[in-house]
């Protein structure tokens, strides 16, 4: 598993971030589904800082002022000496890998089960990647970011969408993303869809159990704010976004001190 001389690990990694280069994330039912209609280049006429001006609905990219992503620096964030209160329930289930163009997403079919944040369920929808990261810890940029979009079915809930994001350094062994390059290197046609089977999310590994949390926005348009943001704090190393400001807002880590493991009976 850690051996990182693996040649197919490697393949596997530099396969991710040739088809993540140029890949803007989009999924979820309110992020925008054609691509076209917004890029990356600062210069263009549909680039980030126009963003909020190709339409009415996109306005927050603008005037929003809890945009994402954003950097997490340790002179900023407010650490927390406890566990957040995260809980994950995933099971393995039936998902479709989907090329649209230049971003590839994951998406399970079934019900591939929840995270819990606070006492409010999640339920795991999809997962896309951004290459280099979006979000950056300390200044810091990584190689990869991979998005898992949750979302709450439950009607009183008022953040419905909770995105855990997980940062990936070149060469990090990880056997999800070898596993899955070989589907995506068959697939070839652009915005085909085709199924992968039983996906695990828990093979999604996971470093610790510090993170930073925050509210803050879909990172595509219509940059919807309301978003609840974890990023894992471990695993931490430009078709993203420019960083937002913060504008005052609170991002606190979640850092549990080391304690003796106490067991029961
Ligand atoms: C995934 O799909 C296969 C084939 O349709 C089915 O047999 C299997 O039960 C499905 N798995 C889950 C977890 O739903
Ligand atoms: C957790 O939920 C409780 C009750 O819903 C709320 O008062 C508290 O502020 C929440 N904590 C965080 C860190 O969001
Ligand atoms: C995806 O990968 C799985 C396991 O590696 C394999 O069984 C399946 O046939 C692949 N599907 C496609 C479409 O390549």
């Known amino acids: ?51 909020g001006e190709l339409k009415k609905e996109w306005e927050a990219c603008n005037s929003g002022e809890m945009q994402s992503p954003i950097d997490m620096s340790n002179d900023k964030v407010e650490i927390i000496s406890k566990s957040g209160a995260l809980t994950r329930n995933y099971k393995p289930s039936n998902a479709t890998l989907k090329n649209r163009g230049h971003d ?11 995270i819990q944040i606070n006492g409010t369920d999640y339920m795991l929808r999809q997962c896309h990647w951004h290459s280099p990261s979006e979000h950056h810890i300390n200044g810091q940029r990584y190689a990869l970011e991979l998005h898992m979009v949750h979302e709450s079915p439950d009607l ?17 062994a990880d056997v999800f993303l ?13 915005l085909e869809e085709s199924n992968v089977g039983e996906i695990d999310p828990t093979d999604i590994k996971m470093g610790g159990r510090s993170y930073y949390k925050y509210m803050g926005s879909l990172t595509v348009p219509p940059c919807t704010e309301g978003v609840l943001w974890i990023i894992n704090e471990e695993y931490a190393e430009s078709n993203a976004r420019p960083l937002q400001a913060l504008n005052g807002r609170e991002v606190y880590l979640y850092r549990p001190r080391l304690r003796p493991r106490v067991t029961k009976n």
């Open 104 to 114: 590839i997403s994951l998406k399970w079919v079934g019900d591939a089960g929840s």
């Open 156 to 172: 009183n809930v008022k953040n419905k969408i909770a995105v855990v994001g997980l940062l990936y350094k070149i060469g990090e």
């Open 1 to 51: 598993m850690n051996n990182q001389s693996n040649p197919i690990f490697i393949s596997g990694c530099v396969l991710f971030l040739l088809l993540f280069l140029h890949a803007p994330s989009s999924i979820t039912a309110q992020e925008t589904e054609d691509e076209r209609e917004f890029d990356y280049d600062e210069r263009s006429k549909k680039g980030p800082p126009r963003w």
């Open 178 to 190: 070898s596993k899955l390059s070989r589907n995506i290197s068959s697939l070839k046609n652009s």
